[in-house]
């Protein structure tokens, strides 16, 4: 079992930046690939960022890549989200997810096997 627990969720304005965290619990952390999905009111869950679980490799959805920056401290637990230029379309709820894999090509909502609650990322115009 794994429990991830997002913070660093919050209102910014449009252009801003914000660092969205997910800590796990359980000492087998660096086993799972971990991924960011996002979801907007009346939108299905959508794939924002994957990495390995090594660190190694990650994958962007087109709409943030160049923007967002996935990255993980094993040592810590826990899997980053940096998020800058934010845009208003970029407004959702926020989710981390975790499986137990070594690759990084997870896209799909289906694919992972831990949910954390979310936390909401609010952009301004």
């Known amino acids: 079992q794994v429990q991830l627990v997002e913070s660093g969720g919050g209102l910014v304005q449009a252009g801003g930046s914000l660092r969205l965290s997910c800590a796990a619990s359980?000492?087998?952390?660096?086993?799972?690939?971990m991924g960011w999905f996002r979801q907007a009111p009346g939108k299905e869950r959508e794939f924002v960022a994957s990495i390995s679980s090594g660190g190694g490799s990650t994958h962007y959805a087109d709409s943030v890549k160049g923007r967002f920056t996935i990255s993980r401290d094993n040592s810590k637990n826990t899997v980053y989200l940096q998020m800058n230029s934010l845009k208003p379309e970029d407004t959702a709820v926020y989710y981390c997810a975790a499986k137990m894999g070594s690759g990084s090509y997870y896209l799909t909502v289906y694919a992972y096997d831990y949910w954390g609650q979310g936390t909401q990322v609010t952009v301004s115009s």
């Open positions: 359980g000492r087998t952390f660096s086993r799972y690939a």
